[in-house]
């Protein structure tokens, strides 16, 4: 029997290997690779030409689009299955757009994890239905490590949003009870962690980011 190959990429190494077990169960599944990272997903899709790359979106490296975008557009014989626990509506149609197979949330089965996986692989697509999904809430882990990767705080993301609402400086300091040299501050922080020049790439970040 001719078995299929797979390369798993996630950055934390527990949940890699959770996947791995499960999908070891499958007779007809080779694990080809394991990678913790957006650049050696690459590396390990080029080299072995899996059928299906099972990957995280949150990586260092290449983040999963980017190597969604890769795979689509030079190996498009391997199948993508996004697998993560962000839940929004908009990132899911996005990564939909960019033809991947499938979209999995972390907290699934094991049973649907394998189900997801046998069905891309025989030529079908698997998404969570719209009921399903959800806004990450600002409290959650993920949303922390959003704040981490870009060296974000909550306050600051408070400010994004309202920014990209169109308030003003004055406004956005009533509301916060804040002085307006202070949102000014907060304003130039952000920028330059960002690394952005004006409110239309500020935008663009935040729609990218489900922020609004």
């Known amino acids: 029997m001719k078995r299929s190959k797979i390369v ?69 014989e391997t199948k993508v299955l996004v697998l993560t626990n962000y839940m929004q509506p908009e990132l899911v149609e996005e990564v939909r757009k960019m033809k991947a197979e499938g979209y999995l949330i972390k907290n699934s089965s094991a049973a649907a994890l394998k189900e997801a996986v046998q069905t891309i692989l025989s030529g079908g697509t698997s998404y969570p239905a719209a009921d399903e999904l959800k806004s990450t809430p600002d409290d959650s882990y993920f949303f922390d490590e959003f704040l981490k990767k870009y060296q974000l705080t909550k306050r600051e993301v408070q400010i994004i949003r309202m920014v990209c609402q169109e308030k003003s400086t004055k406004q956005i300091a009533t509301e916060l009870y804040l002085s307006e040299l202070t949102i000014n501050t907060h304003r130039r922080n952000i920028f330059r962690k960002l690394e952005l020049n004006n409110v239309a790439g500020l935008m663009n970040f935040a729609r990218q980011n489900q922020l609004l």
Do not use: R, W
């Open 8 to 76: 798993l990429a996630d950055d934390h190494q527990f949940l890699l290997e959770g996947i791995l077990s499960i999908l070891k169960e499958e007779p007809d599944l080779e694990i080809a690779a394991t990678v913790n990272n957006g650049i050696d997903l690459m590396e390990a899709v080029a080299q072995h030409k899996p059928q299906l790359a099972i990957l995280d979106l949150n990586m260092p490296g290449y983040d999963g689009l980017k190597c969604l975008q890769k795979i689509k557009t030079n190996f498009s």
